[in-house]
């Protein structure tokens, strides 16, 4: 390792040594890239946001500061709101909900860093936009971006901050929070399913699986308010599976490591009801991101079609023996 790190120190050098003057360089060097900061997550109580019950919906989390000065250049932390309909797709402007200084940052105990803690209320958030809860669906989205604000001025928020930083491991710096405003949801139980994979037309080897079918028994179980996960049942053996038993028609995964959710005691890619619009939430273990295509009730019978960013894809007809399925979409 010693040698690796000389020999790439030597290229450096060599680089830096022969590059002319008024030559630029193939790629920038630090002092070119912009520098800023960002709020690590150290706590949240994942509070929920209820449409039925807006006067008891909120979530409080905790924030430290980092920086190239240990987050002593880290001027204030603004906080805004936006209301996402999901029934139209449209998005409101931003409204500004919290807009804090310095002055205010406490200091976490344990890294020495400046610390801060929030708690928003889904009626103060309606009041920021200037709406009422009848100007809200079961459904739609309130969305919290965050922006750190640095002493010379400069802004770092989710759209301008890499991915390695926002969220990624290692960093765990948050800039924004989705709350669905849900209703009571009741979809978990032990149901059978068919499973048929679909091509998405991406020029993977899924394309080849298109039209493989597995049947087998499928459970959903609530992990939160809303929030769900799936277990499939494959060669006896029961796994987290995220992809409705499709991946045993293409791959035949017979192992908790082939699957969308690596470890069931962690789970990252779950399924939101939120008042009965189904949707997505968190990603697989290779970072994709999955929505749904079809979304049918008929009865008995409850259809999900799925897609990800890499391109599977397929279609479970979920059958329950007892009742009908709500009008879920």
Known sequence: MQKLKYSLLSVLMMILAFSCADEPLPF????EYAKGG???LLSTDNGTFFFTDPDNSAFTFDVEYYSENNGGDVAGHEWTVRHRNNADGTISDPAVLSNITSSTFGTNAKSGLPSASFAFSM???MAALGKTIDDFNGGDDL???????MNNGSRFGPDNTGTSVNGGAGFDGIFRFIKPLLCNSDLAGMYTAVATNTSQAAGIGWDDCAGNVWEGNLEIVQVGD???????????VTYDDMSFGNFYACYGSDAQGSLPNSNPDMLTLTFIDACNQLSFSGSSQW????SFTEVISDGA????GWTNDYGEGGSTVITRAEGTWPALK
Not at 28 to 31: F, V
Request: proline letters at 0%; hydrophobic letters at 35%; charged letters at 20%.
């Open 123 to 125: 009626n103060e958030a």
């Open 226 to 236: 809303g929030e769900y996960t799936i277990l499939t049942t494959n060669a006896e």
């Open 28 to 31: 920038d060097t630090y002092d």
């Open 287 to 290: 970072g994709e991101v999955y």
């Open 38 to 40: 960002f709020s690590r």
């Open 301 to 304: 019978n409850l259809t999900l």
């Open 143 to 149: 969305i919290f971006d965050g922006f750190i604000i």
